[in-house]
């Protein structure tokens, strides 16, 4: 639960990862996932592929930048693919 707090705390906008959280969630019942959806109400996205992100910001000397990534718009779709896009 420190992790749903901290992030509570520092407005998180949205959780990623490089594994599948439900994987990940399958060895540690009732972590972050349940918390993250239910109580803080965050999108999450599994198995994102960061090298790419961490070349620019290196490239760059730049440590933040905007993550957009839009959702197909269907009604209770869930579990679709995104196409994000980091802006430094």
């Known amino acids: ?3 749903a707090m901290f ?4 407005c998180v906008a ?4 490089g594994i599948r959280s439900d994987v990940v969630q399958a060895f540690r019942p009732a972590g972050w996932r349940p918390a993250a959806i239910l109580a803080l109400g965050l999108p999450l996205i599994d198995v994102m592929d960061l090298e790419a992100a961490a070349d620019m910001a290196a490239r760059l000397k ?3 930048f905007l993550l957009t990534a839009a959702a197909v718009p269907v ?6 693919p995104l196409n994000p896009i980091a802006t430094f």
């Open 75 to 80: 009604a209770g779709g869930t579990g679709f």
């Open 1 to 3: 639960m420190k992790r």
């Open 7 to 10: 992030a509570a705390a520092v």
């Open 62 to 64: 730049r440590w933040e």
């Open 14 to 17: 949205m959780s990623g990862g």
